[in-house]
């Protein structure tokens, strides 16, 4: 029996679209270290599947003929690319793009991260009100609440 891997589990990180309330300036850099953690540990673990599907893809080769990575033929069906031969090659070239994609996500999130490191210098209140504005799982907009306006604070639960 084939062992699978297992799920990766985050306790704290929660993936929310769109808005991202949080309740202190201590709790965005933990939500921004976890999501940061987690888009690494992804591209990480897709690396390994690509490096395996690679040296599988190899060992198939005939003899000292080593075969080209080549495309697999997509064909666009409705608004999805739709491909029905070779599942190994599409799997390669399906993996492949979604690592770059979470690691594309884990590089701006750190430097979003490394930008919140600076509002200790401007005088942040520690316990100020964050909604973060995530767009395609990245932090694209903060806004800080540092009066914890109550008509803006009871609009949107928080994480924590």
Avoid: C
């Amino acid at each position: 029996m084939q062992e699978t891997e297992p799920t990766p589990v985050l306790v704290r990180l929660k993936f929310v679209p769109g808005l991202v309330k949080l309740n202190s300036v201590s709790s965005l850099k933990l939500y921004l270290r976890d999501l940061m953690n987690f888009y690494e540990r992804e591209t990480d673990r897709y690396g390994d599947k690509v490096g395996r599907l690679i040296r599988h893809l190899d060992s198939q080769a005939d003899g000292n003929e080593v075969k080209k990575l080549r495309e697999v033929e997509w064909k666009k069906t409705g608004m999805v690319m739709l491909s029905t031969s070779e599942p190994e090659r599409g799997t390669l070239e399906l993996l492949i793009e979604a690592m770059e994609d979470y690691k594309a996500k884990a590089t701006r999130t750190a430097e979003v991260l490394t930008n919140i490191d600076k509002l200790d210098e401007v005088g942040v209140p520690a316990d100020a009100a964050i909604l973060v504005y995530m767009r395609h799982g990245v932090p694209l907009r903060i806004l800080i609440d540092s009066k914890r306006t109550p008509e803006v604070d009871s609009l949107i639960a928080p994480l924590n």
